[in-house]
């Protein structure tokens, strides 16, 4: 199978390319290219507009007899995109852009006109003003003249402005001005005022900081009084009561503590304390054997002792009664 792309094509030794014959076409044959319109422009048939930068299939040829600087010149054939009429315009190597030739006008031509214009006479006159210093000066006064001529006829147009319309301009730049210096002084009342109410709650601020702490303070010397004057424990409870209410409250406290103390442990009466009270008896001495029989006056003193006992207390009789009951067990 051939290759399908040949890069290297096969010449006899006998090839000579002089023999081949040449193509003979005409100088003035026209391409199909493709392009855009180089500017805008109108068409003169049906006054269609196109703009530039459209694109259009155009026809390519080269002018004959006319050449800038040894650069050949194209002319191009477009159709009109609704009448299909032939437009056709040419290269300008020495402005470098395009002139039209027939079929539309172009847009804005009067403008690049003028601009021309005016660059031939800035030239010229430069070119005057070259070697010629009299020259400058005629043209600085002229300059003067002309400008002067035209601050007049803008006064004249204002002047006829104002009788026309009747408006006082002055007045209204008075009263402008008016305004933008109220509306000053009411910006600077209002950051003075922002800035004297910040001061002030800081300032209140300050103020509450150090009230609390003289509070805290002084709760804290009250607390410390008040725990150094409890001795007792039963004085915690006249702590929460004002100094005029703790003589009022004092007794409805104390008996509200015994009825709760009496619920949960039982009365203290000396009655209640008579089974559990024992009084603690005197360390014993060797004494000498004694027989049953003989009384001892110690034992005598005893007996005699226990009827005074008898009279006393409670506790004295209780005393005694373990008295008997330790000798009779010994």
């Known amino acids: 199978m051939s290759e399908r792309k040949v890069l290297n094509k096969y010449y006899p030794p006998d090839f000579d ?10 100088k003035d044959r026209q391409y199909v290219v493709r392009l855009m319109a180089p500017f805008n422009m109108r068409c003169k048939t049906c006054g269609e507009y ?90 600085r006064t002229k300059d003067s003249k002309l400008e002067m001529e035209v601050l007049e006829n803008l006064q004249e147009l204002k002047e006829l402005n104002q009788r026309q319309a009747q408006v006082d301009y002055e007045g209204m730049i008075a009263k402008y001005r008016e305004i933008e210096r109220r509306e000053k002084e009411r910006e600077k009342e209002e950051d003075e005022l922002e800035l004297r109410d910040v001061l002030e709650l800081s300032r209140v601020k300050r103020l509450i900081d150090s009230d609390s702490d003289d509070e ?22 006249m702590l929460g009561n004002p100094p005029e209410a703790q003589g009022s409250s004092t007794t409805g406290v104390k008996r509200a503590k015994t009825e709760s103390w009496e619920k949960s442990v039982g009365t203290l009466g000396k009655g ?4 559990f ?34 009279k006393g207390s409670s506790l004295s009789l209780l005393a005694a009664y373990s008295d008997s009951d330790s000798g009779d067990s010994q």
């Open 272 to 275: 209640a304390l008579l089974g």
């Open 50 to 139: 196109i703009y530039k930068g459209k694109k259009f299939n155009a026809r390519k040829e080269t002018v004959q007899n006319e050449l800038y600087m040894g650069l050949p010149i194209f002319r191009f054939y477009i159709k009109c995109t609704r009448c299909l009429a032939e437009i056709t315009f040419k290269t300008d190597p020495e402005n470098t852009d395009y002139a039209m030739e027939h079929g539309a006008t172009r847009n804005f031509q009067a403008e690049k006109l003028l601009e021309e214009e005016v660059s031939r006479i800035q030239q010229e006159r430069d070119d005057e003003e070259l070697n010629n210093p009299m020259k400058v000066l005629e043209n």
């Open 277 to 310: 009270v024992v009084r603690k008896k005197p360390a014993k001495t060797a004494e000498p054997l004694q027989p049953k029989d003989s009384k001892t006056p110690s034992a005598e003193a005893a007996n005699t002792s226990k009827p005074t006992a008898e």
């Open 216 to 237: 805290e303070e002084s709760s804290s010397s009250s607390t410390q009084l008040q725990r150094s004057n409890t001795d007792k424990p039963t004085d915690i409870l």
């Open 17 to 26: 390319p002089a023999k081949i014959p040449k193509l003979k076409l005409p």
